[in-house]
């Protein structure tokens, strides 16, 4: 039975792929999508759900972008933990080949980072989301990092959520 999936299109439920990716453009932002199948087949309902989440990526991304933000600053999971080990291993002129803006890198090159952690998160970027639509452990994944040297970082925060969007928790991945 085809069934037609925001960004994916028609894909035949009843005889489904391992893996299916590809790469959209999510606010203005690039950022890779895959879907992930355990078992060979599912049903309308799970169909539908995953049909919804593909529908409110936009949202979800809002809101696993402030789930990291609360994260960070109640410093109540990985965030905190994260960004603190980034810094460590970062120098100033790495934390300034962040910046596109040419104002802004100006500024920081005349009087330095203010708040370096804070930069940091803000430099976060969405790079991937991952669905699991009948995996018992999560629904979906979203993969934060930022780019060094044009190239994105192997240490990754990954917001987990529910099939409605409500993140659950973050971890440190590398």
């Known amino acids: 039975m085809l069934y037609n999936f925001p960004y994916f299109g028609d894909i035949n439920i009843s005889d489904l792929e391992e893996y299916y990716s590809l790469d959209i453009t999510l606010l203005e932002k690039p950022v890779s999508i895959d879907m ?40 109540a999971g990985e965030t905190h933990p994260y960004i603190t080990d980034m810094l460590e291993e970062l120098e100033d002129a790495d934390l300034l080949n962040m910046e596109d803006d040419p104002a802004k890198k100006a500024q920081y ?6 708040d370096r952690s804070v930069y940091l998160l803000q430099k976060l970027q969405l790079k991937r989301i991952g669905l699991y639509p009948d995996s018992d452990d999560y629904f979906a994944i979203f993969d934060y990092t930022f780019d060094l040297d044009g190239s994105p970082c192997n240490q990754v925060l990954v917001v987990i959520t529910d099939h409605r969007g409500v993140p659950q928790q973050v971890d440190w991945e590398s």
Request: aromatic residues 18%; hydrophobic residues 35%; without cysteine.
């Open 109 to 114: 090159e005349r009087n330095g980072f203010d």
């Open 36 to 75: 992930n199948f355990i078992e060979q087949a599912i049903d309308q309902t799970l169909a539908n759900t995953t049909h919804t989440f593909l529908e409110n990526l936009a949202l979800y991304r809002e809101q696993t972008n402030k789930y990291i933000y609360q994260d960070f600053f109640e410093r």
